[in-house]
Nanobody
Framework: QVQLVESGGGLVQPGGSLRLSCAAS????????MGWYRQVSGKQRELVAV???????RYADSVKGRFTISRDNAKDTVYLQMDSLKPEDTAVYYC????????????WGRGTQVTVSS
């Protein structure tokens, strides 16, 4: 089992910045990748950014150049630095961990609200 705890959401003005954190615990050695997804009420959850254990990253086109995902292996924590925020970035952001052993499985945090508004 893997447990994920997110922090760092809140209210920010357009053009502002926020940093989300996600701390993993439990069977962390089974984790292949960690990432962030977001969901707006009534819409499907969508990928924002993901980083593999090897450090490879992938971003949604809508956030490229504005968001940066990183990880601190010593702290078992993944970060999402969000700059130049737009109102359309408003959503609940969920941390995800994809584990490959003993079998493929997704783990999710409880989510943190990000609101971009003036």
């Amino acid at each position: 089992q893997v447990q994920l705890v997110e922090s760092g959401g809140g209210l920010v003005q357009p053009g502002g910045s926020l940093r989300l954190s996600c701390a993993a615990s439990g069977n962390i050695f089974s984790i292949y990748s960690m990432g962030w997804y977001r969901q707006v009420s009534g819409k499907q959850r969508e990928l924002v950014a993901v980083i593999t254990s090897g450090g490879n990253t992938r971003y949604a086109d809508s956030v490229k150049g504005r968001f940066t995902i990183s990880r601190d292996n010593a702290k078992d924590t993944v970060y999402l630095q969000m700059d130049s925020l737009k109102p359309e970035d408003t959503a609940v952001y969920y941390c995800n961990a994809f584990s490959v052993t003993p079998s493929p499985k997704d783990y999710w945090g409880r989510g943190t609200q990000v609101t971009v508004s003036s």
